[in-house]
C-alpha cells in the first residue's frame, strides 16, 4: 500500500514540526490510532504598558479626585501648604487640571506666602483660591499699600491675617483691613526702623470702627501708636490679645484705658514710660492716685499695709480706694499672660501689687527689669513663691533681650 506508506511518511514530518499532535481516538477500529491536527493556542494580545487597567492603584493615582485614592483635603496639603520656595509654583500648580484647579478653589482655607518674594504675581495667585479663610504674608519685602488691595478678593472670607514686617501703612488700614468685617487675628508689626511710622492712630481707629470682631491684635514696633490708639482699642469688644512691645508711648494713662478691657494677654515690654502705678491700674483701673503719686512710691501716704497671699511675714502697701470707684472694682482682673520686658521704672512694690490683684496670672514675663530680682532672699523669693503655690510661670532671666526685629 504506497499510499498508505507515503500518509506516514509525511504525518511524521508534520508531527517533528510540532504542528500536529498524536490524540488516540477510540470508537470504530478499536486498538488502532488516528491522528488529528493540532492547533496551538492564539496568544492573547498584550495590553499597553500607558494604560493602567481600570480600578488599580495607577489609575487611581492619575485620577486626584477617585475615592480609592487620597481626598481632596490631603492633595491639598501636599500640594499647597507652603513648602514651596516660588511664588510661581503655587500659581502654576492650579493650572496643572481642572482637578486640581478645583481642590485648590474649594479645600485650600489656609496659605503661607511667608518671605517670598511676591509683587505683580499676588494677585493672580489669590484669584485661584475662593475660600481663603487664614493669609500669612509676614516678611514679603513687596507688600505695600497698593499691592495689598488685592486682598479685597478676600474681605468677606478672610479670619486671620498676619502682615508683619511688610510696608503696610494706615492708607491700607482705612481701604482695605477695615472693610475685613469676619478678622479676628490681625497682625502689624514692624521689624526694621523705616517702618516703625507708618502705622498711627489713624490706621487703628479705622481698624476697630470696621473689625469689630478682633480677638487679637499685635502691634509691637508701632511707634505712632499712642493713647488716641489705646481709646479706638478699647471699642473691640471681643478683643483678648493684644500686643504693644517697643511702642515707645504707652504710659500709665494708657494702661487705665486698657485695665478696663477684657484682656487674657498682654506685652507692655520695653514702654519705659509705665511705672508701677501703671501696672496697678491694669487690675485696678479705677483705683484714685493723684498725679504727684501715680509711680507708686513706697514712701506714698496714700498706701495702707496688706499682706500679700502666702507671705506672711512681709506685708505690702497699697493705694487708698476712693469711695467713688468701690463699685468699679467689682470687675475682676482677667489677664493670664502678661510681658513687661525691660520695664525699668517698676519695683518689687508695683510687682507685688500687681501680683496679688491678678488672680488669673498663668504667666509672667519680667526679664531684665533692673529693680525686680525674683532670685534674691526677701521679698523677690517671696513674690516668686506666692505665684509658683498659684502654677504661675515665671520667666525672670536676667541676661534676657527683649525680641529682636528681623
Request: glycine share 4%; with cysteine; net charge positive.
Amino acid at each position: 500500500m504506497p499510499h498508505l506508506s507515503w500518509l506516514i511518511v509525511v504525518l511524521k514530518f508534520l508531527q517533528k514540526k510540532k504542528t500536529l499532535k498524536k490524540v488516540p481516538i477510540t470508537g470504530v477500529n478499536n486498538g488502532s490510532r488516528r491522528y488529528k491536527i493540532w492547533h496551538p493556542p492564539p496568544t492573547p494580545p498584550t495590553q499597553a504598558k500607558t494604560t493602567p487597567p481600570p480600578n488599580s492603584w495607577a489609575s487611581n493615582f492619575f485620577n486626584p479626585t477617585s475615592d480609592n485614592f487620597c481626598g481632596s483635603d490631603i492633595v491639598s496639603v501636599v500640594f499647597f501648604s507652603g513648602f514651596f520656595d516660588s511664588i510661581d509654583v503655587i500659581t502654576t500648580l492650579s493650572l496643572v487640571s481642572s482637578d486640581y484647579r478645583k481642590i485648590a478653589q474649594t479645600t485650600i482655607t489656609s496659605l503661607d506666602l511667608s518671605r517670598l518674594n511676591i509683587s505683580t504675581s499676588l494677585s493672580r495667585t489669590l484669584t485661584h483660591f475662593h475660600n481663603l479663610t487664614s493669609l500669612n504674608l509676614n516678611y514679603c519685602p513687596q507688600v505695600d499699600d497698593t499691592t495689598s488691595e488685592t486682598l479685597l478678593l478676600h474681605k468677606n472670607s478672610l479670619k486671620h491675617l498676619c502682615l508683619k514686617g511688610t510696608d503696610v501703612n494706615d492708607k491700607c488700614c482705612e481701604n482695605v483691613i477695615s472693610q475685613m468685617k469676619k478678622l479676628e487675628t490681625l497682625v502689624l508689626s514692624k521689624s526694621k526702623v523705616s517702618q516703625t511710622l507708618q502705622i498711627t492712630d489713624a490706621g487703628v481707629d479705622a481698624i476697630s470702627k470696621g473689625c469689630s470682631k478682633l480677638k487679637t491684635l499685635e502691634l509691637a514696633w508701632c511707634k505712632g501708636v499712642t493713647q488716641k490708639s489705646i481709646v479706638s482699642v478699647e471699642r473691640l469688644t471681643q478683643l483678648s490679645s493684644l500686643d504693644l512691645e517697643l511702642c515707645g508711648q504707652i504710659n500709665n494713662a494708657s494702661c487705665k484705658i486698657l485695665g478696663r478691657m477684657f484682656l487674657s494677654s498682654l506685652n507692655l515690654s520695653g514702654n519705659n514710660s509705665i511705672t508701677n502705678g501703671g501696672i496697678l491700674y491694669l487690675t485696678k483701673p479705677s483705683i484714685h492716685l493723684p498725679n504727684s503719686n501715680e509711680n507708686g512710691n513706697e514712701n506714698s501716704v496714700y498706701y495702707a499695709n496688706l499682706k500679700m497671699p502666702g507671705s506672711p511675714q512681709k506685708a505690702v502697701r497699697v493705694p487708698e480706694i476712693s469711695p467713688k470707684s468701690s463699685a468699679a472694682l467689682a470687675k475682676k482682673c482677667q489677664l493670664e499672660n502678661v510681658e513687661l520686658r525691660h520695664l525699668t521704672s517698676i519695683s518689687m512694690t508695683g510687682l507685688e501689687l500687681f501680683v496679688m490683684n491678678a488672680k488669673k496670672l498663668k504667666k509672667i514675663d519680667v526679664g531684665h527689669c533692673r529693680e525686680i530680682n525674683l532670685h534674691d532672699e526677701g521679698r523677690g523669693f517671696e513674690c516668686r513663691m506666692a505665684l509658683l503655690r498659684r502654677g504661675c510661670v515665671v520667666n525672670e532671666v536676667l541676661s534676657h533681650i527683649i525680641r529682636a526685629p528681623l
